[in-house]
């Protein structure tokens, strides 16, 4: 039989004390953020923006994926996904909300410092192609998942969406210390290794993909008015492989998507599909790239933006279809999920389904009637809107379908693009990158921050 002192059994209880009461030694202390599932009454707005930035953010921080950090495509699992998928776009949308976050107090600058190091340190390793990377990346190893079945190479969009992120956090993390230190660092010898001018194909316009084992056979060319300028304008910035004006202009812009100039609801859309497409187009490029007064031969992209947005506000109102839910405070058309599958809603496909997202991201270009809208979905709706990952993706009163789902390029333009309505924060990082201040000079773009 073992005989214990009672200094011992006094020591051990000591020990035990000290490790489950401090959080360095023994426990951690969770890093999670508490999902607010009640509806609150009575915030003033800047209550509810705070609110509604900070429980999006979860789906970020929680929900990453917890080898890589990156951003999940998606909340649930659909379309033989896999439970692996991270998505390399939406990561870059969620390295920008972290920083929000860590402006915004939700967490420490250490924590998105080290969160975003973490995703870099695993892109750093993780499957490339002439420095471009995929759609799609399996979160544990860094191996292509394929978005289709020749789809298994570089996406040069997806690629310029998650620079453009990771652009802004180099702006971000100037302190010199070790894990600042390595994100600038990593960040800058990815950013200079993709080869953009090679994805021209010697042409005057860029190839969204290009696959080791299907090469060219896509043959996707990025042209028109859509979600792509930031690919271009990312090109030209290039430290090492820029495009010059005329893949810009002979490709992109010379399209007979391009130019619109026509009136809708008595609103003119200078670039872009009748009715402007899906709202997206107004966000993805615009989350780092400020429009305020942003212009070039073709257009004054605040205009664009902005005339986009009360165009497809208009049309909900009027609501020629004659769906229910529609209306002044319950309005927007974009990409989202819906009742019978994904779709890209817009004016032109129009099924009923209205997404939070598409209002809510455009709160800097209409932040009277965003807030409208937000109070609608918060305060009346609620009930069967809000969640743990902040707004469900889309909805449709006249089907009466709630999605269950959350996709990452969903829920960071609605933390991203409400903070520069706030405070401009990205759009100032982002410009403030002098590769950027460069490729934009190149294009002939001229702006308030060159």
């Not at 999940?72 to 990561?91: C, K, Q």
């Not at 809510?360 to 609620?382: Q, R, V, W």
Request: charged residues 20%.
């Amino acid at each position: 039989m073992i005989k214990i002192s009672h200094f011992s059994i006094l020591l051990i209880f000591s020990l035990v004390f000290v490790l489950f009461t401090n959080p360095v030694l023994g426990q951690k202390k969770s890093n999670k953020i508490t999902a607010d599932l009640s509806i609150k009454k009575n915030l003033t707005d800047d209550q509810l923006l705070d609110l509604v930035q900070k429980q999006t953010f979860r789906y970020f921080w929680d929900f990453g994926h917890p080898v890589s950090g990156m951003a999940r495509e998606r909340s649930n699992r659909s379309f033989d996904y896999g439970d692996e998928v991270v998505t390399t776009g939406g990561t870059g949308f969620g390295v920008m909300a972290m920083i929000v976050a860590a402006e915004r107090k939700f967490i420490t600058r250490e924590q998105a410092a080290e969160r975003t190091k973490k995703i870099v340190d695993f892109l750093w390793k993780a499957d490339m192609f002439h420095g471009a990377f995929p759609h799609w990346l399996n979160g544990e190893t860094g191996k292509v998942i394929r978005f289709s079945p020749k789809d298994d190479g570089a996406d040069i969009v997806e690629t310029s969406l998650l620079f453009q992120g990771l652009l802004t956090a180099r702006q971000y993390y100037t302190a010199d210390n070790p894990v600042e230190n390595d994100i600038r660092n990593k960040i800058l010898w990815m950013w200079e290794g993709i080869e953009w001018n090679w994805f021209t194909q010697n042409q005057n316009v860029l190839y969204w993909h290009w696959s080791p084992n299907n090469g060219w056979s896509m043959n996707h060319q990025i042209k028109g008015w859509n979600e792509c300028l930031i690919t271009y304008v990312m090109a030209a910035s290039s430290p090492k492989f820029p495009i010059n004006k005329r893949v810009y202009d002979d490709g992109y812009a010379n399209n007979n998507t391009f130019f619109n100039g026509r009136k809708f609801n008595g609103i003119t859309l200078p670039l872009g599909f009748d009715y402007g497409g899906p709202l997206f187009f107004s966000h993805y490029s615009f989350l780092g790239l400020d429009p305020r007064g942003l212009k070039d031969n073709n257009a004054d992209y605040w205009e664009q933006n902005k005339n986009h947005t009360l165009i497809n506000r208009a049309y909900c109102i009027e609501n020629p279809k004659k769906y229910k839910g529609y209306g002044a405070n319950s309005w927007g058309l974009t990409a989202s999920d819906s009742w019978g599958g994904y779709a890209a809603h817009s004016p032109t496909e129009d099924l009923g389904v209205i997404t939070p997202t598409a209002a809510l991201s455009a709160f800097p270009y209409t932040p009277e009637y965003s807030m409208e809208a937000l109070k609608h979905f918060y305060y009346d709706k609620g009930d069967k809107l809000w969640s743990e990952y902040g707004f469900v993706d889309a909805f449709s009163e006249e089907k009466n379908w709630y999605a269950k789902s959350h996709l990452a390029i969903d829920q960071g333009p609605i933390i991203v693009m409400i903070e520069n309505y706030r405070s401009g924060l990205l759009w100032k990082l982002f410009m403030s990158s002098p590769d950027v201040k460069r490729g934009l000079k190149t294009l002939g773009f001229t702006s308030p921050n060159l």
